[in-house]
Structure formats: C-alpha cells, structure tokens
C-alpha cells in the first residue's frame, strides 16, 4: 500500500488541469450481475440482487474467476506504480486485492481512460511476472470511476485505500461516501458516464 503526502499538499502539487479520480475495478467473475453485495446496471444505478440472474451469468462465464495471489498483488500495484510514472500521472494510492484493484489517482485524462489504460498494463505485467497469470479475461469489463471534488473526498478515499480495508469496521465506507456526497453533487455530476458505485455492467456474463 502507497503512503501520501497531506491532501493541501497533493493539491498544491497537481497542474491545475488535474482532476483526482478513485477508481475501483474486479477481478473476472468475482462480482456478476445479480451478486448479494449489489450490482449496478447501465444508465439504471445500483441493483438489487438477484440469485437466478447471477446464476444464469455464472453459467456464461468463458473461464474460472480470477483470484490474485499475494505476488500477483504486488505486480499490479507496481504495475499501476510504474504506468503513472510512464505517463507522469500522480499516483496518490493504490492497493490490489484478492478480487480488486483501488486506485487514487490525478491525471488529465477522462478516468475511463485512466482506468483502462491501468488494467492493460496490469494485465500485461501480470503474463510476463516470474509466475504469469495465463488466463483468458483477467478482470470484469469496465470498472468504477468517481471524481473527487477536494481534499475531504481525496483523503476519504485514500484512507479507504490505505487502511480501511484493513479494519474492521471502518467509518469509511460506500454507502457513507454515496450519502456524504448526495447532497453535493450536481446535476452534472450525476449524469456524468461513469459510475460511483462497485459492481459489473449488466450482461457481464461472459
């Protein structure tokens, strides 16, 4: 896991056509449409779950879930390290785990961009690493990607990133996060085209 300087100082240092993204994406098969943590469908938000459409989409599946080991972590957390430096984005946390991948990042690209160009690199590290992951879909399609406005919802996330996920508990989570920002956003930024919220677009099944 990456430590990062206070968030006055990080926004200090970001060109002012920077915008700060956290982006969340999935191992494949290990968050479908109709999964009992949620699920979200395009253009329709989050879902409720439902057992015979995540059954149905288990049943599509091209190949086994991908589950990342403890060496397959570390690369893509080194892999995101390096694309960032690569491309001079600012890289203020990242943290890959067992079924997915948490990235705080500035840039000045649109963050599916950012988000798409992070998981080729991974995937591209993960086959040439000492023991490669050889398998045919390495993560679900598409992922999240929220904008965060300022430096509250830049160091929220990347606690979350750092150290929440590690305790138990913790205050920090997506359900607050989605009401702490409700009242906030604009009009805009909810019709923006990325999403907020974990889970696969609907018919990411196969």
């Given at each position: 896991?990456?430590?990062?300087?206070?968030?006055?100082?990080?926004?200090?240092?970001?060109?002012?056509?920077?915008?700060?993204?956290?982006?969340?994406?999935?191992?494949?098969?290990?968050?479908?449409?109709?999964?009992?943590?949620?699920?979200?469908?395009?253009?329709?938000?989050?879902?409720?779950?439902?057992?015979?459409?995540?059954?149905?989409?288990?049943?599509?599946?091209?190949g086994?879930?991908?589950?990342?080991?403890?060496?397959?972590?570390?690369?893509?957390?080194?892999?995101?390290?390096?694309?960032?430096?690569?491309?001079?984005?600012?890289?203020?946390?990242?943290?890959?785990?067992?079924?997915?991948?948490?990235?705080?990042?500035?840039?000045?690209?649109?963050?599916?961009?950012?988000r798409?160009?992070?998981?080729?690199?991974?995937?591209?590290?993960?086959r040439?690493?000492?023991v490669?992951?050889?398998?045919?879909?390495?993560?679900?399609?598409?992922?999240?990607?929220?904008?965060?406005?300022?430096?509250?919802?830049?160091?929220?996330?990347?606690?979350?990133?750092?150290?929440?996920?590690?305790?138990?508990?913790?205050?920090?989570?997506?359900?607050?996060?989605?009401?702490?920002?409700?009242?906030?956003?604009?009009?805009?930024?909810?019709?923006?085209?990325?999403?907020t919220?974990?889970?696969?677009?609907?018919?990411e099944?196969?």
């Amino acid at each position: 896991m990456d430590h990062v300087q206070p968030a006055s100082q990080r926004a200090a240092a970001l060109p002012p056509d920077f915008h700060v993204y956290f982006i969340t994406w999935t191992t494949y098969g290990t968050w479908l449409p109709g999964d009992a943590r949620g699920w979200r469908k395009r253009r329709r938000g989050l879902q409720i779950p439902q057992r015979l459409l995540e059954q149905w989409c288990r049943k599509q599946m091209t190949g086994e879930a991908v589950l990342l080991q403890s060496h397959d972590r570390e690369t893509v957390e080194d892999a995101c390290r390096e694309h960032c430096r690569f491309l001079g984005l600012h890289l203020l946390a990242v943290g890959a785990r067992t079924n997915h991948v948490h990235v705080v990042v500035g840039a000045n690209a649109a963050p599916q961009t950012v988000r798409d160009q992070l998981k080729a690199n991974c995937t591209r590290r993960l086959r040439a690493q000492a023991v490669p992951l050889n398998v045919k879909r390495t993560w679900t399609r598409g992922g999240d990607c929220e904008v965060l406005d300022g430096d509250e919802d830049v160091d929220a996330a990347v606690l979350y990133v750092v150290e929440a996920q590690d305790r138990k508990g913790a205050e920090y989570t997506e359900d607050n996060r989605a009401r702490r920002r409700a009242d906030t956003r604009t009009d805009e930024d909810r019709n923006r085209p990325w999403r907020t919220t974990p889970g696969p677009d609907a018919g990411e099944c196969g």
